[in-house]
């Protein structure tokens, strides 16, 4: 019997796919290539990838067994994948989402309004990839143009930390998290 499991720690794994055979356990693959803790990993058909502490993202691609680092000189919290696969969201601890294209590493913008300086915090775009959504250690969930970085709304949405912002794929709506002990969907 297989089973897939991914983790980050703080033994700086990106990614451990385990093995459960008799309950053994025993990982048959194993990758340690960042220096500092794993914060968020992102799996597609052929790649993983994985934010860390050291402030990079790095790229495993599976099929050509190869690594592209792009540093971003802040601590990452969190990474997404916009929805064509083309760009990644990075959220980071000096309350700066940054917008990096995929292939080149090209910084294409940077997001601020909130608050992140101690927690992590998972950001997302929204499901037309239009604006950029993250919640904020005030409390705030706050959504961004994706094009202009102009903050285009922000509401209390928690009585403290919002830790998680995640979008549904299809329809408008979402669901957020909170040090508060809170779950909630949001519909318009």
Not at 58 to 82: C, M, P
Request: hydrophobic share 35%.
């Amino acid at each position: 019997m297989l089973k897939a499991e991914l983790s980050g720690n703080s033994e700086a794994m990106i990614a451990r796919i385990r093995s459960v055979h008799q309950d053994l356990g025993l990982p048959f693959s194993k990758c340690r290539a960042c220096p500092d803790s794993v914060t968020s990993v992102v799996v597609t058909e052929t790649e993983i990838l994985g934010g860390s502490v050291d402030g990079t993202v790095r790229t495993f691609d599976i099929r050509l067994g190869r690594e592209i680092v792009d540093n971003l000189g802040q601590s990452i919290t969190s990474i997404f994948l916009s929805n064509d696969k083309k760009c990644i969201l990075a959220g980071c601890l000096d309350s700066t989402l940054r917008l990096i294209e995929r292939f080149s590493g090209d910084l294409l913008q940077e997001y601020k309004g909130h608050s992140c300086k101690s927690y992590k915090l998972d950001s997302c775009l929204t499901n037309t990839d239009a604006h950029v959504v993250s919640g904020s250690e005030d409390g705030k969930i706050l959504f961004w143009d994706l094009v202009d970085a102009s903050v285009v709304s922000s509401a209390k949405a928690h009585a403290s930390v919002v830790t998680s912002v995640n979008y549904h794929p299809i329809e408008n709506c979402m669901i957020t998290s909170s040090v508060d002990g809170t779950v909630k969907v949001w519909k318009p």
